[in-house]
């Protein structure tokens, strides 16, 4: 495995940073996580924008311009001689003194990419969906860490991670700070009653997928909502599904102990797992 290392490939092995970077002493920095299906690269530029967004809100001057930090993605997919991989990017704000301030940081900011494989979830979940739980730990206020900065301090997802497992569940549903729904620790979430679509505006990273299901969604002449969800509304939901890049769309049959419907994967759910399919196959940048 090569990895791509601030403009150059080394070997996992030497795939080494400062203990003075502050990505690692402060979780100072950003990231995206991104997949390519079968040799083509899936919204690479929206990763890419969201990307230098979460930069530019954290004051991180990137060295690469956003054509090279796509021919950098790509390279490092080419020579891993990778067709279908999970591609981390990874800026970190650069190696610094003892203390937070990003002004004394002497380094340049720090560029990795790793291209590999990853399963968020066992493959038997995506056929006879999901049981979740909502969590005590809220997700981050947005004037304190907006969540859509994917950033590199990851704790409050965390942190929400460790007490679903604790409970025995992989997956759990965060409330933002006034108790409506906003996300999961790593994934989007969606409930359809009626027919009709529905997911959080607030509270939560927009996730490219998301958008993605959202856009396939209004493509097909189903009506897609976006605004306050409560958990009443997903306990009562017809069909509930989940959505990331790692995850893709998962099926949620269960939450918080009640059972969605009759318990099994919707109909509008396995429609836009199918259509999603259909798009990642086809639609990408090619290398
Ligand atoms: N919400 C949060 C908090 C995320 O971290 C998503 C939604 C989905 O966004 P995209 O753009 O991917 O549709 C994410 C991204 C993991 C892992 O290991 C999860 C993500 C990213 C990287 C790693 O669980 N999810």
Redesign the pocket.
């Known amino acids: 495995m090569k990895i791509y290392l601030n403009g150059k490939f080394v070997a996992k092995k030497d795939a080494k940073i400062s203990v003075f970077d502050h990505g690692l002493l402060y979780g100072d920095g950003a ?1 995206e ?1 991104i997949r390519s299906y079968n040799g083509l690269v899936f919204k690479l530029q929206e ?1 890419v924008d ?1 990307l230098y967004e979460t930069a530019h809100t954290l004051m991180i001057q990137l060295p690469l311009t956003k054509k090279q930090m796509i021919k950098a993605v790509v390279d490092t997919l080419k020579i891993n001689k990778l067709t279908d991989a999970y591609i ?1 990017v990874v800026v970190t704000r650069g190696e610094g003194d003892l203390g937070l301030d990003p002004r004394k940081c002497y380094g340049a900011p720090g560029i990795i990419i790793i291209a590999d494989k ?1 399963a ?1 979830y066992p493959a038997s979940l995506y056929k006879k969906g999901m049981e979740i739980i909502t969590v005590p730990t809220v997700r981050n206020h947005a004037e304190a860490l907006n ?1 859509q900065l ?1 950033s590199l301090n ?1 704790l409050n ?1 965390i942190l929400a991670k460790i007490e679903a497992g604790t409970s025995g569940f992989c997956e759990a549903i965060m409330l933002d700070a006034h108790g409506f729904v906003a ?6 979430i969606f409930i359809v009653k009626k027919g009709v679509l529905s997911t959080p505006s607030q509270g ?7 958008d993605t299901i959202m856009a396939l969604a209004e493509k097909s002449k189903i009506k897609v909502y976006e605004g306050q969800m409560t958990r009443h509304e997903v306990y009562n939901a017809d069909e509930c599904f989940l ?5 893709e769309i998962i099926p949620v049959v269960k939450v918080d102990g009640r059972l969605i419907a009759d318990g099994k994967p919707g109909k509008v759910t396995n429609k836009m797992m199918q259509l999603f399919k259909g798009v990642t196959c086809k639609d990408g940048v090619k290398y």
């Open positions: 990231f996580g990763h969201r981390r990853i968020l969540p994917k990851y997802n996300e999961c620790t790593g994934d989007n939560r990273l927009r996730g490219i997928t998301r959505t990331g890049t790692a995850a």
